[in-house]
């Protein structure tokens, strides 16, 4: 798992470069902070999201499906980095399911997205509040104990999901290299990734 904190570290500092930030500068500024944890957290809803629609059309344990799971621990990571969860605090992936289903596991990820949006002010109407470091860390490990459930409904063990995740992480890199937006996005990159 340290090896994939390295390597996304790394892609978080070209891919903030590329708009111009510095990413270790604007994880650290106490005001950037909350707003990346916000970034962040709705970058891995929507891959919830991709995933939930993929299991709905395909059922559990399609290639896409797995893509998706590493697309969610791309934004998980990002958030390790920033609320300060180390890579040997997270569990071990590929857990036995403990007889929870997809759904309810998808329930539960959606849960801990809502504890972390709870832990920055994101009410702009509200008065209080404010940052919670130690709400934005616990929900962070819920998180990655969702995703330890999904590995196993998903049949993903570490070894298959670090090899996506390297290739993956390849993808990104040359996206970034192309000036990969939202005018030019496609999917099409992502089928060369062996599964």
């Given amino acids: 798992m340290r090896e994939i904190f390295e390597m996304?570290?790394?892609?978080?500092?070209r891919t903030?470069?590329?708009?111009?930030?510095d990413f270790?500068?604007?994880?650290?500024d106490p005001d950037q902070k909350p707003v990346w944890i916000e970034n962040?957290?709705?970058?891995?809803?929507?891959?919830?999201?991709?995933?939930?629609?993929?299991?709905?059309?395909?059922?559990?344990?399609?290639?896409?499906?797995?893509i998706e799971i590493v697309d969610m621990l791309h934004f998980l990571v990002s958030l390790s980095h920033i609320v300060g969860v180390g890579p040997d605090e997270t569990p071990a992936l590929s857990v036995p399911q403990n007889g929870m289903s997809f759904d309810e596991c998808?329930?539960?990820?959606?849960?801990?997205?809502?504890?972390?949006?709870?832990s920055v002010k994101w009410k702009w109407w509200a008065k209080g509040g404010g940052f919670k470091?130690?709400?934005?860390?616990a929900a962070v490990l819920a998180l990655w104990d969702s995703l330890?459930?999904?590995?196993g409904i998903f049949g993903?063990?570490?070894d298959e999901l670090k090899r996506i995740y390297v290739e993956k992480n390849r993808v990104n890199f040359e996206r970034q290299d192309r000036n990969y937006n939202e005018d030019t996005k496609t999917e099409a990159d992502n089928l060369a990734i062996r599964i």
């Fill in 16 to 21: 903030l470069g590329n708009i111009g930030k």
């Fill in 133 to 137: 470091p130690e709400k934005a860390r």
């Fill in 40 to 66: 962040y957290r709705k970058a891995l809803s929507a891959e919830l999201a991709e995933l939930i629609r993929e299991t709905k059309e395909h059922g559990a344990g399609t290639s896409n499906g797995k």
């Fill in 24 to 28: 270790i500068k604007t994880i650290n």
């Fill in 106 to 118: 998808a329930v539960e990820t959606f849960l801990a997205l809502d504890d972390l949006q709870n």
């Fill in 148 to 151: 330890a459930i999904t590995c």
């Fill in 8 to 13: 996304q570290w790394r892609l978080n500092i």
């Fill in 156 to 158: 993903l063990g570490f």
